[in-house]
């Protein structure tokens, strides 16, 4: 069974950091695109970032680049996102997704993690 | 304000047929392939609907997508109470060079 387990959100002060940290079981994580998705409060789905297989490939939201690094480690079969510079408006729930390419084809997705930024 | 444009509620009795319309540009929908996912309350996403119109197993063939040009469609035909979810589309834009999702839409069943 295909298993996204997503950790390390939390309440963080405008400005600061947080790693989140996907855990994949179930499948061979080295064969599949990898993606971040986040969900403001009472909002809708936004695409965040994906990461290809090999590490070749990386494509990041306008609003989150040169603050979020999208990272994975096959071998230990987790994928990472380094959150930086957090605003007020990062505030969502971030689901882990697997993808079948760089597209939002997305066959799998984690429960997610809340992160919270506030003062 | 998403760059696909989808309805932001749509409503129907059981058994009724509704339909979610998706429309993007060339540089989306009219250039690459739309999957559709369904939300449930307090759930994480589901994959409903993907490549335009194929189905993973498990979803009942009461749901199906079409695309043309650069919109797209999710249709939901016999509905059911247990079909009252958040739905959205999406696609890769290739002139923005990112992942896009539809604002959503709410389906009630009456």
């Known amino acids: 069974e295909v298993q996204l387990v997503e950790s390390g959100g939390g309440v963080v002060q405008p400005g600061g950091s947080l790693r989140l940290s996907c855990a994949a079981s179930g499948f061979t994580f080295s064969d599949y695109w990898m993606s971040w998705v986040r969900q403001a409060p009472g909002k809708g789905l936004e695409w965040v970032a994906n990461l290809k297989q090999d590490l070749s490939e990386k494509y990041y939201l306008d609003s989150v680049k040169g603050r979020f690094t999208i990272s994975r480690d096959n071998a230990k079969k987790s994928l990472y996102l380094q959150m930086n510079s957090l605003r007020a408006e990062d505030t969502a729930v971030y689901y882990c997704?697997?993808?079948?390419?760089?597209?939002?084809?997305?066959?799998?997705w984690g429960q997610g993690t809340q992160v919270t930024v506030s003062s | 304000q998403s760059v696909l444009t989808q309805p932001p509620s749509v409503s129907g009795t059981p058994g009724q047929r509704v339909t979610i319309s998706c429309s993007g540009s060339?540089?989306?929908?009219?250039?690459?392939?739309v999957n559709w996912y369904q939300q449930l309350p307090g759930a994480a996403p589901k994959l409903l609907i993907f490549i335009n119109n194929q189905r993973p197993s498990g979803v009942p063939d009461r749901f199906s997508g079409s695309k043309s040009g650069t919109s797209a469609s999710l249709a939901i035909s016999g509905l059911q109470s247990e079909d009252e979810a958040d739905y959205y589309c999406a696609a890769w834009d290739d002139r923005l060079k990112v992942g896009l999702f539809g604002g959503g839409t709410k389906l009630t069943v009456l």
């Open positions: 997704a697997r993808g079948l390419d760089y597209s939002n084809y997305f066959d799998s």
């Open positions: 060339k540089s989306n929908i009219g250039s690459n392939i």
